[in-house]
């Protein structure tokens, strides 16, 4: 790599939500340990392409730059992943920058993903404390489930589950696997299971967890590990029982 | 029941595959391959096949209806999917790019199958014997046809009873949806040597 000097991007832009994407291309100085962000911002700090002309400067969100907020997500060379932690050192050139295609493009790389939000709302993703006195310490959490309902307490909603999965898409209502893994994480909490049922019958609702058709892309394609194909098979047995008890009738939650 | 129609739906569909779908392709692939063993041995379990007690009722409820209800869901299946295993090459993707391949080529070849052995019977311009289906397969581009209808057929089976074990939540962790895999593969391979062996007997009388 010491004879290279220059980076080549060609990034995929939009200049608004309803005007048709065009591809830009940008060359940049090479410095050592770039991230994609580095070179974003270089092209920022001179937005001029690789024919001389000057244009605007490519638009990109991020905010953490430590893969935690999963705000910086886009398609780097035909993968999802976040920007800041993708090395210009370990990408072939040209490196291709896209917006996410599951989600409405707002401008150039930044993406609309407020339909997980949404969704975070639909499966009742908290645990509801909030009463007019203090109810005291809740009940304990045992140390094996503590350990798996950390991991998938990883999650950042970025939406890389999202854009790599084949069944979320304009045609269908699938909410998607982080969607499906997060009812899990808060039905494993000693509190948060007194409302479990709440959130399996979201779950059981149109565009939930019967939309998964077992791809299994998500679980390769999630940057924190978390997994995703266990949990949504963990919901699939759960909204399974739930949904027996909801036909014959149950006493319990 | 009524406001989780979708949930109700696809779970009944993964059902229907295995009970009665699968069962009843297993069977007739089975049924069949007495072929094998000879002329006479055939037209005996053809027989035995098409006079059981309330036949067109079995059929009705045991294959028709299922097939169709399986049929018009997955197509519709397919429809809603935006495929990307030339994107994302893993192994479960292929598979279900596959899964659905296979189940369009099955149903036209479901679709053939019936016009031409069980329609034409109805309609008494045949009758289920040995020679229909030497006659049939004499020509070698149904050979190919019945070839590869058999084993999408059960390509679509095997790899649908995984899909079913894990939709219904029987398979969870990650080391049993792997060794479920490899037993679905076993299941393929088996039930497709019963299947083309058959096939072998018809068109080249050995």
């Known amino acids: 790599m010491a004879e290279q000097n220059t980076i080549t991007f060609i990034i995929t832009r939009q200049d608004s939500p309803d005007s048709s994407p065009y591809k830009e291309t940008f060359k940049i100085p090479y410095r050592k340990n770039m ?44 993968y999802a992943q976040q920007s800041c932690a993708t090395l210009i050192d370990e990408l072939e050139q040209p490196i291709r920058l896209e917006p996410m295609s599951t989600f409405p493009v707002v401008r150039d790389l930044v993406v609309d993903r407020e339909r997980m939000f949404d969704d975070l709302k639909r499966i009742k993703a ?74 399996l019958d979201a779950l059981l609702d149109d565009g939930g967890v019967s ?9 390769q394609a999630c940057p924190k590990g978390i997994p995703l194909t266990t949990s949504i098979a963990a919901m699939n047995r759960a909204t399974m029982i739930q949904s027996f008890k909801n036909f014959f009738g149950s006493d319990t939650n | 029941m009524a406001e989780h129609r979708e949930f109700f739906y696809r779970r009944l569909h993964s059902l229907l595959g295995v009970i009665p779908i699968g069962l009843f392709v297993v069977q007739h692939l089975i049924v069949n ?8 041995q055939f037209n005996t379990a053809a027989n035995f096949m098409a006079n059981l007690p309330f036949v067109l009722v ?16 997955g197509v519709y299946i397919v429809f809603v999917a935006r495929n990307n295993a030339k994107r994302y090459g893993y192994l479960r993707n292929w598979l279900f790019l596959l899964q659905r391949v296979t189940g369009v080529i099955t149903l036209i070849f479901i679709a053939w199958h019936v016009w031409e052995t069980r329609v034409q019977v109805a309609l008494g311009n045949v009758e289920v014997s040995f020679s229909l289906m030497e006659d049939i397969l004499s020509n070698p581009f149904m050979v190919a ?39 679905t593969l076993l299941v393929f391979v088996v039930i497709s040597y019963i299947g083309i062996r058959t096939i072998v007997k018809f068109a080249y009388g050995i």
Not at chain 1, 53 to 78: D, F, Q, R
Not at chain 1, 157 to 176: A, H, I, Q
Not at chain 2, 58 to 73: D, G, K, N, R, S
Not at chain 2, 159 to 180: D, T
């Open chain 1, 35 to 78: 991230n994609v962000i580095a070179g974003l911002m270089e092209i920022q700090r001179n937005p001029v392409n690789a024919n001389g002309e000057k244009t605007t400067p490519v638009k990109w969100e991020m905010s953490c730059l430590e893969e935690v907020c999963g705000a910086c997500s886009m398609v780097i060379n035909g």
């Open chain 1, 211 to 219: 939309g998964c058709g077992n791809s299994q892309n998500c679980v």
């Open chain 2, 58 to 73: 079995l059929e009705t409820f045991v294959i028709y209806l299922p097939i169709l209800f399986h049929a018009v869901l």
């Open chain 1, 126 to 199: 908290w645990i509801p404390i909030d009463g007019t006195h203090d109810l005291g310490p809740g009940p304990r959490m045992d140390e094996q489930t503590r350990q798996w309902a950390y991991e998938l307490s990883k999650c950042m909603t970025c939406g890389v589950c999202l854009e790599v999965c084949p069944n979320v898409n304009d045609k269908s209502e699938f909410m998607g696997p982080a969607l499906l893994s997060l009812p899990r994480l808060y039905n494993a909490h000693p509190t948060g299971a007194m409302n479990k049922s709440e959130r």
């Open chain 2, 145 to 183: 046809f019945y070839i590869v209808g058999i084993l999408s057929t059960t390509f679509h089976l095997a790899n649908g009873l995984w899909g079913f074990a894990v939709s219904w939540g029987i398979l969870q962790s990650p080391r049993s949806q792997k060794v479920i895999t490899y037993g």
């Open chain 2, 33 to 40: 391959h007495f072929a094998v063993y000879g002329e006479e």
